[in-house]
């Protein structure tokens, strides 16, 4: 009996202790966050001149607007900032946006319009990213953190939610956003600064090969092939 009490002395601890460390796991979610640049090259630096973009802003590699077919936007329109609900349809697809609601190129930099081109409509509405290729990091450099939060919704290409993320004291430097579990495809970031946030430097895991050079390295074989002929000849 003496025994038996000492196995279970000994292990009980042992296996409340697994069975915390794994709830932990499961409530953790997969998408993780560190000041400082990725370790990637810039993908975009968003060197537009300043303005409103009319519709989807759109590179080889990203397309950005404000949010996604299936969410639902709330807020904007004054002082107030915009807030994003709801679970995208599949498959993600960005919307196009409303004039003076979607994102704006100011200094060159990225920021979202809340309903307006007034002094409280930049920098403090939504954006959402949409990603040509499936991403497991990804960063950007903030500018204009005066101590609020953002608010980060990783989304996989068929519009599930892979993790929900905070960034509260925000303040100028770069963040990087990695995953430890399912590849991410889009992600929508929303924010309660006191002065609004901007991005710039973005960062991806993932780089397309743009079509030019694609058509160049056809040029290329088909000149090797000619080659080739010519020397049979």
């Not at 975009?44 to 936007?73: C, M, N, R």
């Not at 946030?197 to 092939?225: E, N, Y």
Request: proline share 5%.
């Amino acid at each position: 009996m003496k025994m038996v009490n000492r196995i279970r002395f000994i292990f009980l601890p042992v296996v409340l202790a697994c069975l915390f460390l794994f709830a932990g796991l499961a409530v953790a979610g997969p998408i993780t966050v560190a000041v400082g640049p990725a370790p990637f090259s810039i993908v975009d630096s968003f060197t537009l001149p300043d303005g409103e973009i009319s519709g989807i802003y759109s590179t080889f590699s990203t397309k950005i607007a404000e949010s996604f077919a299936g969410q639902t936007v709330s807020g904007g329109a004054g002082s107030t900032f915009e807030t994003v609900s709801g679970t995208p349809s599949n498959p993600l697809t960005l919307l196009v946006p409303a004039a003076q609601d979607g994102v704006y190129i100011t200094l060159g930099r990225l920021t979202g319009l809340a309903k307006g081109l007034g002094f409280y409509d930049i920098a403090e509405g939504a954006m959402s990213l949409f990603f040509t290729l499936d991403q497991s990091s990804m960063g950007f450099s903030l500018v204009g953190g005066h101590g609020g939060n953002a608010y980060l919704d990783f989304f996989a290409r068929d519009g599930s939610l892979i993790d929900s993320v905070l960034v509260n004291n925000l303040f100028n430097t770069d963040y990087t956003f990695s995953s430890s579990g399912p590849l991410f495809a889009g992600i929508t970031i929303s924010n309660d600064d006191p002065g609004g946030i901007t991005i710039d430097d973005l960062r991806i895991s993932v780089v397309p090969i743009p079509g030019a050079f694609w058509l160049l390295g056809s040029g290329l074989l088909g000149l090797a092939g000619l080659g080739r002929k010519l020397k049979k000849n």
